[in-house]
């Protein structure tokens, strides 16, 4: 685990020396969600009540599980783009026509409770 952390610090160095990103692609579970579980209604993992999001923009919940951002929107800020949106809201959108097409600055496939092993979450079915 701890060889996985000094990897991912090593790329993202080097991403960061660089600037020259322009996009951001973010998968994992509650600790990057940005709010793709607030469209799965589904899924019993939910944080669209406060306190979530009392820090975030506009002070509402988004379905981030934080009160405010997450390192995945502090990394984009820093690489100066746009946050990405999860990714079940933009296939809303892109559905419903209220978007033409897909974010070019990258987009939010994280989601609460995911896992990559059999065992993960097998207490919540």
Do not use: W
């Amino acid at each position: 685990m701890e060889f996985f952390f000094f990897f991912f610090f090593c790329m993202f160095f080097n991403v960061v020396c660089s600037h020259n990103v322009p996009a951001v692609f973010i998968f994992g579970d509650s600790t990057l969600d940005a709010g793709n579980n607030h469209f799965n209604k589904n899924c019993s993992v939910q944080a669209d009540f406060p306190p979530y999001g009392r820090d975030f923009f506009g002070r509402r919940p988004t379905g981030r599980f934080t009160n405010g951002r997450t390192v995945a929107d502090f990394i984009s800020e820093f690489l100066g783009i746009e946050i990405q949106k999860p990714y079940l809201e933009v296939e809303m959108e892109v559905r419903n026509g209220r978007r033409k097409s897909y974010p070019t600055n990258g987009i939010n496939f994280a989601s609460a409770g995911s896992g990559v092993l059999n065992e993960t979450n097998q207490e919540m079915e």
